[in-house]
């Protein structure tokens, strides 16, 4: 039951007593008028759908971004794993610098860091760890690693990227601000079409639907928007992209 409430919270609310309000309002003074409703599709349902869209792929390229970055991980552990001259104890340390890469990063994106400092000394840990064995690695095996630790800073930095970045501000702000008037223009409107002396339980169930609709579309894609945060039936479980999964 509780991943269909995910999508309500304080908006839905402050959405649903507008639209109350502004029926209340309607029915006390038997205000309406008729107008072209197709206005709604293109002030609300367009830049909603757009906003959707948009964080529908940011979600699809985390997703490639993450398999990348675990795969560039596995990589480089399998490269120090088979290097001749390295020792049990050196391969574990570097085992373990990768894990802590990989911790760190998982980490990170869930608490949204706005830096990557933390994050950027423990990946420079890698290049420190193969420059101090510059003698008991080949210098093929070097250039692979360093190969897949770009493959590896590319993936973080996209992540990072997605994760810092957003879709318009001003495009949300707009859409969170006509569903909130969106009673005020529907309301009368519907009660307009119906009727004044039709039954009002039809007039308020239309408006109040329709605005909530609208506001759990809203929170869907606010949800979406943040897939690492673990709210909202989207988002990415990150556990499944770690190392040591």
Known sequence: MNKYITIINKRTYISLLIAI?????????????????????????????????GSFRRREKALEHLS???????????YF????????????????????????TMVHLE?????????DESINKVFLFVTSKDTLISKGLKDKIWKYLNDLHESIENLHA?????????????????IYIFPLIYAPAILFRVGMDADKWVTIFIVLF?????????????????????VGLDDIHLSMFKIDR
């Open 162 to 178: 997605i994760n810092t970045h957003r879709t318009p501000v001003s495009l949300k702000a707009y859409c969170e601000f006509f």
């Open 81 to 104: 794993i088979c290097a001749p001259g390295l020792t049990e104890e050196d391969k574990e340390e570097a085992a373990r610098i990768l894990v802590e890469i990989s911790d760190k």
């Open 68 to 78: 990348q970055f675990r795969s560039s991980l596995k990589t480089l552990s399998y």
């Open 111 to 119: 608490e949204n860091e706005h830096t990557t400092k933390n994050l």
């Open 21 to 53: 309000a502004v029926l209340f309002v309607s029915f006390t003074f038997e205000f309406s008028y008729d107008i072209d409703l197709t206005l709604l599709s293109i002030a609300i349902i367009f830049p909603l759908v757009f906003n959707i869209r």
């Open 210 to 230: 329709s605005e909530f609709i609208l506001i759990s579309l809203y929170n869907i894609q606010d949800q979406m928007e943040y897939p690492f945060d673990n």
